[in-house]
């Protein structure tokens, strides 16, 4: 083995105290370049090999238990799924009651649109005229009729006469009949 040639002004490469200082600087320098995982497991194979060897061994670092921490996350998303199925089946019965509600509202509506239909109907000459008739009115032959000229007076137009009568319409018919020995009341 050559020794390194020694550095002008510098230590004696043969002097035994320059030699462990220059070793530990070494393993310093490698110390440095590890990374904290390197470090982790040459700390363990250390205390392996010292719990083999019948030393004492060194204190471990507190484990901390993971177990609050799963627990904790396993009620949020416990809490997560319960809300998720609520609002969805809360969001299924406002459909349901949507469709109810518009089949009400289709219901509504054709039921006005045929009360407005038969409004239409019985408002309708030919019909107010039928139903006058049943009633026992009759229409005028000859009318009057009336202007207002523009001093404010009025004026008649036409000789009114008297309408002819038809037959009256039958009386209502009652259906009950008084029993007998009782008189009809008076007026009726």
Do not use: C, H, W
């Not at 083999?52 to 416990?78: C, D, E, I, W, Y």
């Not at 289709?106 to 408002?123: D, G, N």
Request: overall charge positive.
């Amino acid at each position: 083995m050559t020794a390194a040639p020694a550095r002008v002004g510098g230590p004696s490469p043969r002097d035994p105290s320059q030699r462990k200082s220059q070793a530990k600087a070494e393993e310093n320098d490698k110390a440095r370049r590890r990374t904290a995982g390197a470090e982790r497991a040459y700390a363990r194979r250390a205390q392996r090999a010292q719990n083999l060897r019948g030393g004492t061994p060194a204190p471990q670092q507190k484990q901390v238990s993971k177990a609050p921490f799963v627990v904790l996350v396993m009620l949020v998303l416990g809490a997560g799924v319960a809300g998720i199925m609520y609002f969805s089946t809360q969001a299924a019965a406002d459909t349901y009651r949507l469709q109810e509600a518009r089949a009400e509202a289709e219901r509504l509506t054709l039921q006005m649109e045929q009360l407005r239909r038969e409004v239409a109907l019985l408002e309708s000459p030919t019909d107010l005229a039928r139903r006058a008739g049943e009633m026992g009115l009759v229409e005028p032959s000859n009318p009057a009729r009336l202007r207002q000229n523009p001093d404010g007076t009025v004026e008649e137009f036409g000789k009114p006469s008297a309408p002819t009568k038809s037959t009256p319409p039958p009386p209502p018919s009652q259906t009950s009949t008084p029993p007998s020995g009782q008189t009809p009341p008076a007026g009726g």
